[in-house]
């Protein structure tokens, strides 16, 4: 299986680990500690990823965002593929489909 590597000259693959941690998190405040980066970092990854998917992403709410629909639809395809990627890194086995949603809230923790 081949990849386009001319796709990815203009995107940071770090923008999408800082994508799915606050898609998680639901908090820019809570994803910036768990990063190890100020606010301003994770606030200005966002910005990027606004622009690079002409799309909010992220809505402010009482107490923190919740994702646009987008959001939504880009989380759940990247979930799996930096699942794949994780197991590579780290040598594990990535999680069954069965196994996935039960431990979404942990696939991350490794990036941290």
């Excluded at 770090?14 to 820019?28: A, H, K």
């Excluded at 606004?50 to 809505?59: A, G, I, N, T, V």
């Excluded at 197991?87 to 809230?105: K, N």
Aim: hydrophobic share 40%; aromatic share 8%.
């Amino acid at each position: 299986m081949a990849i386009n590597e001319k796709i990815f000259h203009n995107v940071d693959l770090n923008l999408m680990v800082t994508f799915l941690v606050l898609y998680r998190e639901r908090s820019v405040s809570r994803a910036a500690v768990l990063m190890k980066v100020g606010q301003p970092a994770v606030s200005g990854s966002l910005a990027r990823l606004r622009s690079h998917f002409d799309d909010p992403l992220f809505l402010r709410t009482g107490r923190g965002v919740r994702p646009t629909g987008k959001a939504v639809e880009i989380a759940e395809n990247l979930m799996p593929a930096f699942s794949c990627i994780e197991a590579v890194i780290t040598g594990r086995h990535p999680p069954l489909p069965d196994e996935e949603t039960s431990s979404q809230s942990s696939w991350s923790d490794d990036f941290l």
